[in-house]
């Protein structure tokens, strides 16, 4: 886990070496009115101008940054300086909010690592474990759906490090319960509190590098999403492993969320206060933070493209991520601890595909964002089709011979479906952090919006988040039937079906994109 990290740290420091220092008075401009409408906080005064006034921002910014540099200031970043000087750079956001997004994982895995020990120790139905995973994707949809309405309220601090507080107790309570009932209620809320944290550092780090760069850098950063995976999948299973038990393991994790809320409460700090210039710019931004209204959103070209595309795949990965562990118990015939274990394969080549969608976007493609996602996400469903064929004959060997082993010692067909699973895990998490990140920030620059504090950005994201979510609820509560009804096999074909939809359905925004550039191609 800590060369995933060091890594991860070392390419965002390339990227970021690799920009060309820009002038002093051109650094503010450039990245002036991409920022976040709801972050008041943490935008600085520069960014809470629009494009209109762009010129008359330039010559303050560069007054303000030659007398600075005059000083011996250090360069600001436009995105908000962290607490401390040092923590300016935007290097330094990134590797914060990267592991910090790593915690938040802890509050979603637990369940399914523990899946098979609630079946053995409280005879729960698999259909009552259903019934959580969708309690907490309701409440998780029901805030991204309501972000620009809890930003217009609460500022990007309070709703992030509350986020991390307030779900890492839910995730805590979850311990104390007995019931479904129970699970669901305390479940929800750790859902419905960890909302808004993916689509507001998203936009942060969105915003923290220029254009050219954004694909390979969020794709990079998306990776904190499956890096998550992996260390809550491993962290519960050696909970497991250690004899504390299924509590054991929503109190160990509920404790590691609940902790990052001061850390990223200092971190999103600004680090010094406002002048009244800003002041009243920050009360004019925060004033559009309720930004334009649900149906506007999905007017907009490419918004529902992307939305309902990003639907199936997110509806895909949660599927695999909430029930691998029990595929590989029951289907693979691992034990609890180690299927936990071996699942958490799925999230490392997730890790790997991330990273490669990002450089394949800015390299090979020039930015096409939407272009990369449609194609991956057409290739991850052959996989699942590859994967599926896999599965059922596996099965069907390990009917015939239920004590049967490998060579190794490890079950019938665990080799296969192992590399099956991490070669779905790496195609999937293209489309996954494109249209789930910084799709959403493109589609506004593609329509002309989004540039001036007028809430497109955060509205945007959390309507295609938001959506997404919704698919995820519903499937939640058919996969326990789908399983029973197809059969595990039959469940991965299925899904493979999706994410050739999701393929189909990403065309309007890929079309949009491509018109995009070819108006910026001719007017160069």
Not at 28 to 49: H, S
Not at 63 to 79: E, H
Not at 243 to 270: D, E, N, T, Y
Not at 372 to 398: H, N, P, Q, R, V
Request: net charge positive.
């Amino acid at each position: 886990m800590l060369r995933v990290l060091v890594l991860v740290f070392l390419l965002a420091s390339r990227s970021d070496a690799a920009l060309p220092s820009p002038p002093a008075h051109g650094l503010a401009a450039q990245r002036t009115g991409r920022g976040l409408a709801v972050i008041d906080g943490v935008l600085d005064e520069g960014r809470a101008c629009n494009r209109v006034g762009e010129r008359v921002c330039e010559r303050k910014s560069k007054s303000r940054r030659l007398s600075k540099r005059a000083d011996g200031g250090a360069r600001v970043s436009s995105i908000g300086a962290l607490k401390g000087g040092a923590a300016r750079s935007p290097r330094l956001l990134f590797l914060v909010t990267y592991v910090g997004y790593i915690a938040i994982y802890f509050a979603r895995k637990p369940l399914s690592v523990v899946k098979p020990v609630l079946e053995e120790e409280l005879g729960l139905r698999r259909e009552s474990l259903g019934l959580v995973d969708t309690a907490l994707m309701a409440a998780y949809s029901a805030g991204q759906l309501l972000l620009p309405k809890l930003g217009a309220v609460l500022t990007p601090r309070q709703l992030v490090a509350g986020g991390f507080l307030v779900s890492g107790l839910g995730t805590a309570l979850v311990a104390l319960c007995a019931t479904p009932l129970g699970m669901s209620a305390a479940s929800a809320l750790a859902g419905f509190a960890a909302a808004p944290v993916n689509p507001l550092l998203v936009l942060a780090i969105s915003d923290a590098f220029p254009a050219p760069q954004r694909a390979s850098i969020v794709g990079l950063w998306q990776t904190s999403a499956q890096v998550g995976g992996i260390a809550a999948n491993n962290g519960a299973s050696l909970v497991l492993a250690r004899g504390l038990g299924w509590r054991g393991v929503f109190a160990c994790s509920g404790l590691i969320v609940g902790l990052f809320a001061p850390v990223m409460l200092a971190a999103l700090k600004p680090a010094a206060p406002s002048s009244p210039a800003t002041t009243g710019g920050a009360t004019e931004a925060k004033s559009k933070a309720a930004g334009p209204g649900s149906l506007e959103v999905l007017r907009l070209p490419g918004v529902l493209s992307a939305a309902l595309s990003y639907a199936l795949v997110k509806c895909a990965r949660y599927t695999l991520m909430n029930w691998l562990p029990l595929f590989f118990r029951s289907q693979v015939g691992l034990r609890a601890a180690q299927a936990g274990s071996v699942a958490s394969l799925f999230d490392l080549g997730g890790v790997l595909g991330g990273v490669s969608a990002g450089m394949v976007t800015d390299t090979l493609l020039g930015g096409r964002m939407c272009a990369t996602s449609a194609l991956m996400a057409a290739l991850c469903s052959l996989c699942f089709g590859a994967w599926a064929l896999i599965a059922s004959a596996a099965s069907k060997a390990a009917s015939k011979a239920a004590a049967g082993a490998t060579a190794g010692g490890a079950p019938v067909g665990v080799a296969l479906n192992v590399a099956a699973c991490a070669l779905t895990g790496l195609f999937i998490a293209g489309p996954d952090g494109i249209l789930g990140g910084a799709a959403s920030k493109n589609i506004c620059e593609y329509n002309g919006v989004g540039v001036s504090g007028d809430g497109w950005g955060p509205a945007v994201a959390g309507m295609v988040n938001g959506l997404a979510s919704v698919s995820v609820i519903l499937m939640s509560a058919l996969t326990s039937k789908l399983v029973g009804l197809l059969g595990w096999p039959g469940l991965l074909l299925l899904l493979g079906g999706m994410l050739a939809a999701a393929a189909a359905l990403a065309v309007p925004a890929v079309n949009l994109e491509r018109a995009h550039f070819a108006a910026k191609k001719k007017s160069e």
